[in-house]
């Protein structure tokens, strides 16, 4: 677009960002790119600071394939106390207003719940400016805190979260949830059912030709060669059953083929990391984020993904793990109730792509994992090749990205939210019971 006029500005709120390694800022990430390829600028305002690690740093400015990336101070801390973060968000939602307030030409917002109150500064640029935002849930906030025990609905806080957050919805353009469980929920907080899109986030790779092990430069780097590798691969957070995990993995112990690999950071890998600290654990590893060019190897690098949802967060977190999993041609092992939005996943085929245990039962697990392993490399193959398949359709980068991407655009020409996803969430089946 150098020399060429834009159709005008996009701001987008988020406080991860590439090359920070979070999957929520690559999903940020891969839409700015297509709203520069649609002729848009593209105003990111993010953290100078890892989400994982705030140790790293990043450039205060760049221009990151076409897009221009603002990185502001004291907005990330890393996952220390809710106090703590609580303070990064406050920062950075006030970063966001002032960039909402002063940036020139701005048709549209675009603003997730990274922060979770990030919408507030979006609300308050469409009062005072008049510009239109489009409201991503990624996550649910308070109800992920009122869920984990970290915090009790009658607190003010608590109070206060979910008026802001009733604020928010009342005045977005479009609000976008992740799943039918999601838009149930929010619904249940303010009913916007005719400005709703019901899509979910797209793989970050579209799905190519399997990666055969002995291709594979991420299972030679590790000594994989002859083990049947069962991976949890992201952010191993507060609702994440690590227990059950390590549980299944030391009755695994002395089946010495069967290799588990966590991949990743969040607040539970640390529980992962003090297990292999307190005494060997020959069939575990524990690895960092790894680079998004070495993505496929790394996934590819699995014989199985597991994919974690406790019943308390459904509707509240979304298993945004599953498409990874499912680009790269390998089957699923889900640790999660039904329903949920990964177990209606492992129901839309026919022919099935994986198995699925309750979050708490390592015995379950111990016994699929048994299972799968034994299966023959074709019928390996075959459900790899179901996943797959299903990402290359209905689940597809090009796809879901495109979809999200003319929402953007609806809200930036002031037009109603495109026709293929209006109502979506008059299509919820209640999620509540």
Known sequence: MSGAKHKGTILVMSQVYPPDPTSVGQHVADTCVELVQRGYRVVVVTANRGYDDPSKKYASRELRDGVDVRRVPFSSFGKASVPVRAAAMLAFIAWCIWYGFFTRGAKAVLVSTAPPLCGL????????????????????????????????????????????????????????????????????????????????????????????????????????DDKFVVMYSGNHGFATPVDTMLKAAEALEDEPRIQFMFVGGGVRKKEIDAALQERARPNVRSLPYQPMETLRHSLSAADLHLVAMEARVVGINHPCKIYGAMAVGRPILLLGPN???????????????????????????VREIRRISALGADELARMGATASSLIAGKYSKSSLRGRFCDIIEAAATRAELPERERHAGARVESASA
């Open 121 to 224: 500064a979006a609300g308050l640029v469409r009062i005072i400016r008049r510009v239109p935002y489009v409201y991503w849930v990624m996550d649910v906030n308070p109800d992920q805190l009122i869920a984990l025990g970290k915090a009790k609905e009658s607190a003010l806080s608590v109070r206060v979260s979910d008026r802001i957050q009733r604020f928010v919805l009342k005045h977005a353009h479009s609000v976008v949830v992740l799943d039918r469980f999601m838009a149930d929920r929010m619904n249940r907080k303010l009913d916007v059912t005719a400005k709703m899109a019901n899509m979910p986030p797209w793989p970050h790779e579209e799905p190519e030709a399997p990666l055969a092990h002995a291709d594979n430069n991420f299972r030679k780097e590790h000594k994989l």
């Open 339 to 365: 329903p949920c939005h990964a177990s209606d996943i492992l129901a839309e085929s026919e022919v099935s792509f994986g198995a699925a245990v309750e979050p708490d039962d390592a015995e379950g697990m």
